[in-house]
């Protein structure tokens, strides 16, 4: 429990004080607001992608080829966590924000809550964070027992690499996107959403059209492998997911607030997690991937709104500066 409670809180400092530090640093050195977006897609595709890839591999190696047991990854874990800490100590600049906004945690809180209920596109940018990241935690517990409900013997540290490979080709797509001026993040993450609510309807699909076996053991059924094609089709919308959500949350949260308001967000999102995980025996697993697919299909819905309140602003100003120029002069328009 103490593990769990210390987890959390690295978790959240995680996914909220390495964006936060990273936008600040990245504002006050005076770079282009541009190439926030490529380190956000080299961020992912680096560090979610390839290091991720390369743990899943040596995890692999530590239990099935050193015979070390199933917990030798956590502590060789560990040992990379402490190397981190190092290289962080010794060659990062510390961030300490504005001396003369320094308040305590209660106003913080208030103050990100108020910001959040004034502004929608706030609470729509963290309804689809808590929408997706609930989905992708929960599929984090589903994979294992989708591949192998008979007991079959999968490489559990293989297909870990393989989805984080499938992760990385969605980071390198979200690059290409992001680099384009032309194409806006609110509009290819609709279809992005969509794709990964179709992606975890495939076990409910396979389960209706394929007959189960019930033969216990063997290697990953055929059904299996159309679930992990759908599973790592679901991990390149992940991968596209990152640096896409990264880049709107630098747009739409206030700098001084960034780091209360991404924390504020991750409250529902863990509860969430929590009463799937308490109720993760009471219902079949089709049900838990079907409730996962109806969250993705709603975050489609509120990434719609999300796009279409960002043109609102242009309108708004030009129907301001129409009504202001009429009262001087007529407006003429070439």
């Not at 297909?159 to 001026?181: D, Q």
């Not at 949350?249 to 991404?262: K, L, N, V």
Request: include cysteine.
């Amino acid at each position: 429990m103490v593990g769990r409670v210390l987890g959390g809180i690295a978790t959240s400092l995680l996914f909220s004080a390495f964006e936060s530090w990273l936008v600040a640093e990245h504002f006050k050195r005076g770079f282009d607001q541009q190439w926030l977006s490529l380190t956000f897609s080299k961020a992912i595709f680096l560090g979610n992608g390839l290091v991720a890839i390369v743990a899943g591999l040596f995890g692999n190696f530590l239990v099935d080829s050193l015979n070390l047991g199933p917990v030798s990854p956590f502590d060789a874990a560990g040992i990379f966590l402490a190397i981190g800490m190092a290289v962080i100590l010794s060659s990062w600049t510390e961030n300490y924000g504005d001396p003369s906004e320094s308040k305590d945690l209660l106003t913080q809180f208030k103050g990100a809550a108020v910001a959040i209920a004034s502004d929608e596109k706030i609470a729509l940018l963290g309804a689809i964070q808590s929408l997706f990241e609930g989905s992708m935690y929960t599929f984090v517990f589903l994979w294992t027992p989708a591949l192998s409900p008979n007991d079959e013997d999968i490489p559990h540290g293989f297909i870990f690499a393989t989805f984080m490979l499938a992760s990385m080709l969605g980071s390198s797509i979200a690059a290409r996107l992001l680099a384009r001026s032309s194409v806006k993040v609110e509009s290819y993450m609709q279809i992005v959403f969509v794709v990964s609510s179709a992606s975890l309807l495939l076990p409910i699909l396979t389960n209706f059209l394929i007959p189960p076996s019930g033969v216990k053991g063997g290697s990953i059924s055929f059904a299996g492998c159309l679930q992990l094609l759908g599973f790592c089709t679901f991990e390149a919308c992940v991968g596209l997911f990152w640096p896409s959500i990264m880049k709107m949350r630098s747009q739409y949260i206030p700098e001084e607030a960034r780091s209360t308001i991404m924390n504020f967000f991750r409250i529902p999102l863990n509860i969430f997690v929590c009463i799937v995980l308490y109720n993760v025996n009471a219902f079949p697993i089709t049900v838990m991937f079907g409730m996962c697919s109806i969250f993705l299909f709603l975050a489609s819905i509120l990434q719609r709104r999300l796009s279409a309140l960002g043109e609102k602003p242009k309108t708004e100003d030009w129907a301001m500066m129409k009504d202001r120029n009429a009262e001087d002069e007529p407006l003429n328009v070439t």
